[in-house]
């Protein structure tokens, strides 16, 4: 069994010693007074089941590179008859798709349809699908701070982060009947929900933000930065000017918001760089650490202390944080790249795993690593702060540390249900998959060709992980290989709110942004997120017009027929299917769910403008940008992949499928809450 | 020839000539060098013994582990100094201020009715803490020393811990520099101990030089380096669990002697200030960087007061 961490807090202890003590006295048999929840009725202990989860791997290239000898592990696992495509999720979106994995059904039963959702009732007013901040309750005002003080007499209430999945994980099923499980880097699952029995670990991944409540910001410093400060979309660049080589005025660095102010501002650090151009290196101090970095070098992880100021007389707080410098250049610009700041693991500020102490057991160990859930710095790359190969070399650390924690998780296990989850092929792929001789959105052909055979190194590496934990658990344990979804270059982009604007759907010719000038009572319908399309549904929108019923069929029908048939100039079609999510969805968490979602065909996909309800002027446009082939299309047109070392029965195996396979071989019986089949059976 | 010699209650000692001739040597030395030198050589002085010691007294933590070593250590500081207090301290004097305390408190439970015998037995009581602190100032500045040496010897075991074979660290030499004078030309060589992975980087603002260096090989090494023309070296410490490490070859200047005290320091007109290796920190919250010295002082103490009953200290 891995570990028991159920912990027991000093009134539980007291409660249960005393209860045995008692039986005991009385010469009652009682079974362990701290013992979790026994063995369940048909469950059977000692079995392991092993699932390697590779985010975006497609099905299409690794049947390619297993006809050609490149994945000899899994062509292994293919000849064995363990190998199909795995059906993914109507949108076929990584939080979506493995929420449906986690629950064993699909979106309507754990209600996160898109990376992000629209608040109705504030008319369109987008949130995070995955996770939500909820506002405290009650403060007490000390001069500048405010404070939210949770002991008696004051009771206040402190803002707290909560999961939005909806719905019983799999792990419910198993810590109920003492079948250990744990999770490595699980997406859809931040903040970790907790086990009640004690037989469940999990380190969140996707959607785990960093420090500064983020998907991950990184900070960029050169002398020909801008003036002041400058946000952008994953990022803030700032300027370094040097006085006898060493930057003056002091660089600061961006750190958690200190919110015990009643205007809540960021926390900083200063620091100092000392560059020596004829030995092309550099020296940064900060917080009395000195790092001596060469040009083109890493550092390792450096732990920060950020310092929140709180009212005179109370200490103040701090939060450890962590992060890596790279020297870009040291002349004649200089460059200097600063990652994230990631929760510390070996002190966390935020809770990023089941139990708490998990993370911190496991850095003992491994000592600082990569706790955000976004690791590979693909904003970087996109923001031109990275060149293609420094990404590369980026993302091949964030692999390899993430190599050293399997061998951690390998170590720590004994039976019950092991997943180990692996980005470094999805974020890989979104910058270096270019599967066709059309020009690449920003390389040379030559360029696309080099990126496009890197990210297949990375699918031999994974291929390496597969023939490792074959060669250990092979014939011991039950081993899935699975994806969440596969790839296809994206090329064009369809704007989907102008489309709606120039068809009527949208009645406001000037409108640029359905979040800004849009007029509510002449739009019948809007695009938010990436596949999601709304009806302004009356009754359910605070400025609804379209009556449900007749009204509502009708002007869906138009929708499906209309964006069906929207051809590019040169004929291809641009949307392969529109779907009803009251036809596709099943499940009691449908209140947030969009009306359609819009199934883009292989080459296409949303405007990234679209994402967050932008129009521009034309509605289809080339992607330009290096964030160059996607997933976010119609879910027959990127299905992920599935390798087993049992032959797969199920011909048309689907990612709702895991979850109750999963149990099947654990021994217990598919609940009513899983849609799924056992792939093992016909 | 003896000397008697009577401090402010402090117990009366006996010196001879040779502390005498000291002081006498120190008192001229006044003339030639500032105090501060003066007090670098005593301290570079000092330290040979005190090396000595230390590395014969303290041998056992390379051997046992860190939280059983530096228990012994400060349960053994804790009753040694206490002997030294007894021994140092006017024991009579405090007894009388002690018995006085304890007759005043027995006088606030007896009248604890009547206002003006508790205020007056309170004001008493004050009285006799205060003068109990002021008897023990100069036997507690007497035991500093040999305390402050001890915790410069422990520092050297506790404080951080050696490279391991592949770890990098950062080696910083300071330079006497000004401002706008030509950095001398620095090299540093290849130790069998550890490679140079980096440097020498110039830090012309603070007049600093940075190397970075991996360990190669497990064991105690020296750093040689070249500036201009002259050798210098620093000590180097790579392997596993404890033994004593030079953080810092000192400059100097008397306190970062006292601190690093196993290494020769530069003289004051060396153009080197000190050498420092940016050894990584120990992990422990019993035996580990900085924590060592808490425990230190909270295990000493409870040894020292559990055995004052024994020694018949008061």
């Known amino acids: ?682 | 020839m003896i000397w008697r010699v009577s401090i402010f209650g402090f117990k009366t000692f006996e010196t001879n000539e040779t502390q005498c001739n000291l002081t006498l040597y120190v008192k001229s030395s006044i003339g030639q060098d500032n105090l501060m030198g003066v007090i670098a050589k005593i301290m570079a002085w000092v330290n040979i013994p005190s090396n000595i010691f230390g590395k014969l007294l303290l041998a056992p933590v390379g051997v046992l582990q860190g939280w059983f070593s530096i228990t012994i250590i400060s349960a053994v500081a804790g009753v040694a100094l206490l002997a030294v207090f007894k021994y140092i301290s006017d024991q009579e004097t405090r007894g009388k201020i002690w018995d006085s305390i304890h007759a005043h408190m027995l006088s606030l439970r007896l009248f604890k009715d009547s206002l003006s015998v508790t205020m007056r037995a309170e004001a008493q009581i004050f009285k006799g803490a205060f003068f109990l602190l002021v008897y023990s100032i100069i036997p507690l500045l007497v035991i500093i020393i040999p305390v402050t040496l001890l915790l410069a010897q422990m520092g050297q075991w506790y404080q951080v811990r050696p490279l391991n074979v592949g770890e990098q660290a950062i080696v910083i030499m300071k330079l006497n520099h000004h401002m706008g004078e030509p950095f001398p030309e620095v090299s540093l060589d290849a130790a069998p101990a550890a490679e140079v992975t980096a440097g020498p980087v110039r830090v012309l603002s603070k007049g600093e030089i940075y190397w970075k260096i991996r360990a190669i090989e497990n064991g105690k090494d020296r750093l040689f380096f070249n500036i201009d023309n002259k050798k210098v070296e620093k000590a180097l410490s790579v392997g596993d669990g404890f033994s004593r490490v030079s953080v810092e070859r000192p400059g100097w200047n008397w306190t970062d002697i006292l601190m690093y005290p196993l290494e020769k320091p530069f003289g004051a007109d060396s153009m080197i200030t000190s050498i420092a290796i940016d050894y990584p920190d120990r992990e422990s919250k019993i035996c580990g960087t900085n924590w060592w010295v808490f425990y230190f002082f909270i295990v000493s103490m409870i040894f020292a007061v559990t055995f004052m009953p024994v020694l018949k200290v008061r």
């Open chain 1, 1 to 682: 069994m891995t570990r028991k961490y159920r912990k027991l807090n000093r009134r539980e202890f007291i409660k249960r010693s005393a209860a045995a003590a008692a039986a005991v006295t009385a010469g009652v048999s009682v079974r362990p007074a701290f013992a979790s929840k026994k063995k369940g009725v048909g469950a059977r202990p000692g079995k392991k089941v092993i699932i390697i989860g590779i985010d975006g791997m497609d099905p299409g290239l690794s049947e390619i590179m297993m006809n050609t000898g490149r994945l000899p592990n899994l062509d292994k696992l293919r000849k064995q008859g363990g190998f199909r495509k795995l059906q993914t999720t109507s949108p076929p979106q990584s939080p979506v798709a493995w929420a449906s994995f986690i629950n064993g059904a699909d979106p309507g039963s754990h209600g996160i349809f898109d990376f992000i959702h629209r608040n109705p009732e504030k008319q369109c007013a987008p949130f995070y699908a995955a996770a939500e901040t909820l506002p405290g309750e009650g403060f007490l005002e000390v001069s500048d701070h405010r404070l939210q003080l949770d002991f008696w007499p004051f009771n206040h209430k402190p803002s707290k982060t909560v999961l939005r999945r909806k719905g019983v994980p799999l792990w419910d099923y198993l810590d109920a009947v003492g079948i250990s499980s744990v999770f490595y880097d699980l997406p859809s699952n931040y903040p970790p929900s907790p086990s009640k029995y004690g037989n469940h670990l999990c380190l969140a991944g996707m959607g785990t933000p960093d420090l500064l409540g983020s998907y991950g910001t990184y900070q960029f410093f050169s002398e020909n930065g801008p003036l002041g400060v400058k946000k952008e979309a994953g990022g803030r660049r700032s300027s370094v000017y040097f006085d006898n080589e060493t930057s003056s005025p002091l660089l600061k660095l961006t750190g958690p918001v200190n919110s015990f102010l009643k205007t809540p501002r960021p926390s900083e650090i200063e620091f100092a760089v000392h560059r020596d151009k004829k030995a092309r290196s550099a020296v940064i101090d900060i917080q009395g650490q000195k790092i001596l970095l060469r040009e083109k070098e890493w550092s390792d992880w450096i732990k920060l202390d950020f310092e929140l100021d709180m009212p005179a007389l109370i200490p103040n707080e701090h939060l450890s944080g962590i992060c890596r410098f790279y020297l870009q250049e040291v002349s004649p610009t200089f460059r200097l790249y600063v990652s994230p700041i990631n929760t510390d693991p070996s002190d966390p500020a935020t809770r990023i795993t089941e139990p708490d102490d998990f993370i911190t057991d496991m850095s003992e160990e491994l000592g600082l690593f990569y706790t955000t859930g976004f690791q590979e710095d693909h904003k970087a790359l996109t923001n031109k702060v990275f060149s293609d190969a420094e990404f590369a070399v980026q993302a091949e650390y964030v692999l390899q540390e993430r190599l050293n924690l399997l061998d951690y998780a390998v170590r720590h296990y004994d039976d019950g249900l092991l997943f180990f989850y692996f980005s470094s092929t999805d974020l890989q792929a979104h910058m270096f998959w270019w599967d066709s001789h059309e020009k690449h959105p920003t390389r040379s052909e030559a360029d696309a060709k080099k990126y496009f055979s890197h990210l297949q190194k990375t699918y031999a590496k994974m291929d390496e992980v597969v023939g490792n934990m074959l060669s250990l658990y092979g014939k011991q344990a039950t081993i899935i290989v699975m994806s969440d979804h596969g790839f296809a270059n994206f090329r064009r982009q369809f704007n989907l709110n102008t489309w709606l604007r120039d068809n009527g759907y949208i009645q406001s010719q000037n409108a640029t942004s359905v979040l800004k000038d849009i007029n509510w009572a002449r739009t019948r319908a809007y695009g938010l997120g990436i596949n999601g399309l709304y009806l302004n549904l009356k009754g359910r929108e605070r400025d609804g017009i379209v009556e449900p019923g007749e009204e509502r069929e009708q002007l869906i029908n138009d929708l499906i027929t209309g964006l069906e048939a929207v051809r590019d100039v040169d004929g291809k079609q641009v949307i392969r299917k529109v779907h009803r999510t009251d036809k596709v969805f099943a499940g009691p968490e449908t209140g947030l769910a969009p009306d359609l979602i819009v199934g883009y065909a292989r080459g296409f996909r949303a405007s990234w403008a679209t994402c967050l309800g932008d129009m521009t002027k034309e509605v289809l446009l080339d992607n330009n940008s290096i964030w160059s082939a996607d997933h976010c299309a119609d879910f027959s047109e990127v299905p992920g992949v599935i390798f087993s070392n049992r032959p797969i029965k199920r011909t048309c195996p689907a990612i709702i499928d895991l979850a109750p396979t999963i149990l099947n071989e654990f021994g217990l019986k598919i609940p009513p809450s899983m849609q799924g089949k056992n792939i093992f059976s016909t």
